[in-house]
Structure formats: C-alpha cells, structure tokens
C-alpha cells in the first residue's frame, strides 16, 4: 500500500495558479489510479480531478474542467494537479487519494489519503 504526502498549497489571488504534487511511498504507484479530491468548511469532500496508472486517461469535475490539469510522473512517483484561473470557490483542502482497481469519483472508494494542503484563494 502506498503512503501518501502532499505539497504545494499557498494563499493566491483570484486569477493566480498553483501546482499541488503528491509523493507516493511504495513500489507499485504505477498500478494506482490517483485522484483530487477537495474539502472546504462544512461541506462534503468533492472529485476534483483523477488519472489512471499510465496515465493515459483523465477524468474532471465540471467545475474544474479547461482550469485545472491532472499529470503523473511514474519514475518519481509523483502526481500533479496544476490549477489555473483559480477563483475564491476554489478555496479549500485538497487531498490526493490513491485507488486500486479502477476509477470512481466517490471518495469512499478509495483506500489511501493524504494528510491535505491547504489552497486559499482571495477575491
């Protein structure tokens, strides 16, 4: 099983751009599908964005889509979630989250998580 350590979050005017990384422990990283998920107070923890293992197929929430890019990097087992045009909605707790086999966008569905960064957008 893999662990898990994001990084990258910061404070951000409306408009800006951050790039989020997670780092994975573990041989098999390649075999993970991983995804973004975010959390902001009080509300529940939504899909952001998620890829599979190769890295071949990518999958957005609508909110995100043409704004935010999911990208891996196997041999560093890394993945990274580059976020642009963010805007204050944006502001929450991302977490990043590793599943095995397959996709989904409930975040139940998925064994392995991160500790979250925290991403701040100001108006």
């Known amino acids: 099983q893999v662990q898990l350590v994001e990084s990258g979050g910061g404070l951000v005017q409306a408009g800006g751009s951050l790039r989020l990384s997670c780092t994975a422990s573990?041989?098999?990283?390649?075999?993970?599908?991983m995804a973004w998920f975010r959390q902001a107070p009080g509300k529940e923890r939504d899909f952001v964005a998620a890829?599979?293992?190769?890295?071949?197929?990518?999958y957005y929430a609508d909110s995100v889509k043409g704004r935010f890019t999911i990208s891996r990097d196997n041999a560093k087992n890394t993945v990274y979630l580059q976020m642009n045009s963010l805007e204050p909605e944006d502001t929450a707790v991302y977490y990043c989250?590793?599943?095995?086999?397959?996709?989904?966008?409930?975040?139940?569905?998925?064994?392995?998580w991160g500790q979250g960064t925290q991403v701040t957008v100001s108006s």
């Open positions: 989250a590793a599943r095995w086999p397959g996709y989904s966008r409930n975040y139940h569905d998925y064994q392995t």
């Open positions: 890829i599979t293992g190769s890295g071949g197929t990518t």
């Open positions: 573990g041989r098999t990283f390649s075999s993970y599908l």
